[in-house]
C-alpha cells in the first residue's frame, strides 16, 4: 500500500517509463502539496513531458509509485483525469473547432454547472482570446494554442494543474495571464507543477524546482536558489 502525506497531492516515487527498449523517464521521484507550485527544468529528452503525462493518466508507467489526487494512476486513472487539469505540450486541439466549442465540450465531459460559462468568458478574456472565441483553431499561432490550451486545463478549477511548456511561443500578456493562473490555482489549494525549459519564468512561476537529466531526477532546489546568475551557473552545471 502506498503511504501519502494528508496534503500530499502528487506522489511520485521511482518512477520508470520505458517505450520498447528506450527509457523514458528512469528513476524520478517528486512531490508536491496543496497550494505549493514546482517546475520541472531540463533540455528537451530530459524526460519532463512523459512524467507529465503518467500524472495526467495518459501514458502507464512501467514501474513505480504514482498517486495523484489521493488516486493511484494504474488502478484508477479516470478519477485521475477528473481531479487533472492538463496543458499538453503539443496537440490537444481540435482545428475545426472554435475555442468556445472546446470549452462547450470541456464542461459536458466534466458535467460542470451553468456557471462555467461566465467563468469561461472570463478566461477567454484573461488570456486575449475572447474576439476569437467563434473562431476555428486551425487558423491559430502557436502561441494562441497555447494560451487557450492552458484556459481548458484551468477552466474545471482542478486539484492538480499540471503545464507542459505553457510558456512556449506565448507573448508576454499570455505568460501574464498563465501566472495568474498558476497563483490563483494555490490561492484555493490546488498543486501545480509547471514543465518548462525557460528557467527564469519556472522560477517566477514556482516556489520549487525539480531538474531532470537523462530521464531522472538530479536536484531538487527552491527557486530562490535558481534566481539570479547564480542560478544560472548552477543550474547549467546540473545540465552538463
Not at 502539496?33 to 512524467?51: F, P
Not at 488502478?75 to 470549452?103: F, N, Q
Request: glycine share 12%.
Amino acid at each position: 500500500m502506498v503511504v501519502v502525506e494528508a496534503d500530499e497531492r502528487v506522489h511520485v516515487r521511482g518512477l520508470h517509463v520505458r517505450f520498447g527498449r528506450v527509457e523514458a523517464v528512469a528513476g524520478v521521484d517528486l512531490s508536491t502539496y496543496a497550494g505549493q507550485a514546482t517546475a520541472l527544468l531540463g533540455r528537451n529528452g530530459a524526460g519532463k513531458s512523459t512524467t507529465m503525462r503518467v500524472l495526467a493518466g495518459v501514458v502507464p508507467p512501467s514501474a513505480g509509485e504514482v498517486v495523484v489526487a489521493g488516486h493511484d494512476v494504474r488502478t484508477a486513472t479516470l478519477a485521475v483525469k477528473r481531479a487533472v487539469g492538463y496543458c499538453p505540450d503539443i496537440g490537444g486541439l481540435v482545428p475545426r473547432a472554435t475555442p468556445w466549442e472546446h470549452l462547450q465540450l470541456s464542461a459536458r465531459l466534466r458535467r460542470l454547472g451553468p456557471s462555467w460559462e461566465s467563468r469561461g468568458r472570463d478566461l477567454l478574456e484573461r488570456f486575449e482570446l475572447g474576439d476569437v472565441a467563434h473562431r476555428i483553431t486551425a487558423g491559430f499561432s502557436h502561441g494562441m494554442g497555447r494560451r487557450l490550451s492552458v484556459v481548458l486545463a484551468v477552466l474545471h478549477e482542478p486539484e492538480v494543474l499540471l503545464l507542459d511548456e505553457p510558456f512556449d511561443g506565448v507573448d508576454p500578456i499570455g505568460v501574464e495571464a498563465t501566472m495568474d493562473a498558476i497563483a490563483d490555482a494555490r490561492a484555493r489549494g490546488a498543486a501545480v507543477l509547471v514543465s518548462t525549459h525557460l528557467r527564469e519564468l519556472a522560477v517566477q512561476a514556482c516556489g520549487s524546482v525539480s531538474v531532470l537529466r537523462g530521464g531522472a531526477r538530479v536536484a531538487s532546489m527552491t527557486a530562490e536558489e535558481m534566481r539570479g546568475e547564480e542560478g544560472a551557473r548552477a543550474y547549467r552545471g546540473l545540465l552538463d
